[in-house]
């Protein structure tokens, strides 16, 4: 099996970041991951969205470099990149992770 594409660090640009934190069930997915070190595709019944939508939303966070991707079988697992995020970009997730999520909406 072809293994999905993720950034190096090196390769994550603000534009693309902020592009995918611009939609609101991203930022959803996004604050999920915060408060779990590593979450699989089930979280669509807690976050109440089809599993198809949630699936492409985390393909677009993890093209942009928010999220990791560790596959083990045939189990997709996903954390945030928030260490590498903050060394690139000094309080910019921190800052969107701190909204609160009435404000997201």
Known sequence: MRKPYQPSTNDIKLPSVLHALSDPRRLQIV?????????NCMIYH????PKSTLTHHLK?????????????????FYSLRLDELESLFPGVVTSIL???PE???
Do not use: F, S, W, Y
Not at 31 to 39: A, D, G, Y
Not at 46 to 49: A, D, Q, V
Not at 64 to 76: E, S
């Open 46 to 49: 807690e976050l109440g969205m």
């Open 31 to 39: 604050q999920r991951l915060n408060e779990n070190v590593e979450q």
């Open 60 to 76: 677009v966070l993890r093209e942009a470099g928010v999220t990791k991707l560790r596959i083990d079988g045939t189990q997709h």
């Open 103 to 105: 404000l997201i909406e």
């Open 98 to 100: 701190n909204v609160k």
